[in-house]
């Protein structure tokens, strides 16, 4: 995969992803800027269970759709001392 030339963005994601205090990063922008570029290589470097799921579906995925991705993650058995990494 080639890699993403924004380092700054991949350390700031990166050091919030590794924080003792687990909370939702939502990573927004235009589209074509790079933002799964970022999250699959999140996701590379990930040592963790991970799971990716694209939601760029015509229409906005439902909070059910959210609650299954969820809930799928969730079962993955835990690995390499990190914590389970949800993409959607």
Same mark, same amino acid.
């Given at each position: 995969?080639?890699?993403?030339? /924004?380092?700054?963005?991949? *350390? ?7 924080? &003792? #205090?687990?909370?939702?990063? #939502? #990573?927004?922008?235009? /589209?074509?800027?790079? $933002?799964?570029?970022? @999250? ?6 990930? $040592? ?6 694209? @939601? *760029? ?5 439902? =909070?059910?759709?959210? =609650? #299954?991705?969820?809930?799928? @993650? /969730?079962?993955?058995?835990? &690995?390499?001392?990190? *914590? &389970?990494?949800?993409?959607?």
């Amino acid at each position: 995969m080639k890699q993403y030339s /924004r380092k700054n963005l991949y *350390d700031s994601l990166w050091k919030r992803l590794q924080g &003792t #205090v687990n909370l939702l990063q #939502v #990573v927004t922008g235009p /589209r074509q800027i790079g $933002k799964t570029t970022l @999250a699959l290589q999140m996701m590379e470097s990930w $040592k963790g269970s991970k799971m990716y799921q694209t @939601a *760029d579906y015509p229409s906005i995925p439902s =909070a059910e759709w959210i =609650a #299954v991705q969820w809930q799928k @993650a /969730r079962e993955l058995p835990f &690995t390499g001392g990190n *914590d &389970t990494l949800l993409i959607l």
